[in-house]
């Protein structure tokens, strides 16, 4: 027993040392990073970590050495963290998730300061769409040493396996590598798309998010679901994978129409319905499109909580999926309604008559549509796809009142008959 004491004693010995070598090494870490913001350095520098990382340990012991190496490599990966975090600003939100983490952040005008908050001194993929003014583009282009914009066709038809296999084209032929990076410029579509590229390509390269739609500032470019529709289905194959920094500047919105704003303003009010009242108070007293800072930053603090809790949506983040169920199938069926209007005719199908009552004035607000040409045909077999199946059923969320919401297994014929509620013929019209 004394042995025993003895050994622990010498653990607790070793690990307080360790500790203190863990902030040294730290400390020095956040020199450097100082020392390369104030001399315009590149912020990575692949050759040297990829000799740091080639270290090994001076032991006979094979295990031991591949421990070592894990071991190691965690300690880099720590430190990379760690300078990110330092690059940051004050308003910056911080996503911590298992597999690494995520930096969003918001400021007006923070497009021109790409060059300081992203690391664009590697080859740098732009992904944009032609609907997107092409300064915000070549704005991040103008900050990169080795740029190529890469221009989709707007609209969702860009989610595609065929513009997905051009995209990873122009890729190769821009000679990308693994310590290379992409950069979606672009709203919900346009960061699917790349996010999706980025994941698959050379196994998963980085990537960054520059939203410049409303929907995508408030929750497409923040979580980490990446996508491309397939066989008619939306979003039907796709990765969960991190940007590396999410740039939300809200000057880009100021050449957004109005409806695309009210589309975003849509997914805001999700958010506002089931996580946050006083989100959902703003949109009912105030005119939510004088009040867009803070409808952004309530949105974002609330996503970033979700998905720090749940990042592969295996409970709460489900919460997130309000109105999309439904939502997703009028989209398919519907192609002259945006994301955000399906989502919001969604939402209308699955809360409680009160809370319907409640919404409408807000839907006449802002215009958004009350009713849509779905067929429940349509719907259910839409419906009968979705990729939230629990057996013969579908995972839906239901909302009986501000922040009250259930998430359980509804039979498809159950979720069509919701329909009737927001069809033309149906009681809201
Ligand atoms: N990954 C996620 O978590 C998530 C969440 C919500 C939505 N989404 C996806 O997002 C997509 C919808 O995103 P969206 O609503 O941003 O649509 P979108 O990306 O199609 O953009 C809408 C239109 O706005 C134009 N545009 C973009 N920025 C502009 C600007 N600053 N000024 C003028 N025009 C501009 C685009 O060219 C496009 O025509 C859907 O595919 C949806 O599935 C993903
Ligand atoms: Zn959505």
Known sequence: MEKMEQFRGEIDQIDGEMAQLFCRRMDVVKQIGLYKAEHGLPITDPVREAKVLARTVDTPDTVLNGMYGEFHHSVVELSKRYQKRLRSTEKALPLDLHDGSCEIIMERGCLCRANELLDLSRRVFIVTDDGVPPEYAQTVASACAAPRI??????????????????????????????????????????????????????????????????????????????????????????????????????????LPERQMISGLAEALKIGVTLDPELFTLFERKDPLDHLDEIIRCAVTQKTRVVSLDERENGLRR???????????????????????????????????????????????????????????????????????????????????????????????ELTGRISRITKGGIAT
């Open 150 to 255: 890469f221009t989709v066709a707007q609209g969702e038809g860009c989610k595609s396996l065929q513009t997905l296999s051009s995209l990873l084209d122009a890729m190769l032929d821009h000679r990308m590598t693994r310590q290379d990076c992409v950069v979606a410029v672009g709203g919900g579509a346009v960061c699917d798309l790349a996010g999706f590229a980025a994941s698959v390509f050379a196994r998963g390269i980085d990537h960054y998010n520059v939203p410049t739609t409303l929907l995508a500032q408030v929750d497409a470019s923040v979580g980490g679901k990446t996508g491309i529709n397939f066989g008619g289905i939306k979003n039907a194959v796709g990765t969960f994978c991190q940007p590396e920094i999410v740039l939300i500047d809200p000057l880009v919105l100021e050449t």
């Open 319 to 413: 919460v997130l999926n309000f109105g999309h169920t439904i939502g997703h199938a009028i989209e398919m069926t519907c192609p002259e309604l945006l994301h955000g209007e399906c989502v919001a005719l969604g939402m209308l199908a699955m809360c409680s008559e009160s809370l319907y009552q409640r919404l409408l004035p807000i839907y006449k607000k802002l215009h958004l549509p009350i009713v849509c040409s779905i067929k429940p045909r349509d719907a259910a077999a839409l419906i009968a796809h979705d990729k939230k199946r629990a057996g013969a059923d579908v995972l839906a969320v239901e909302v009986s009142d501000i922040g009250q919401y259930t998430i359980r297994p509804i039979a498809v014929d």
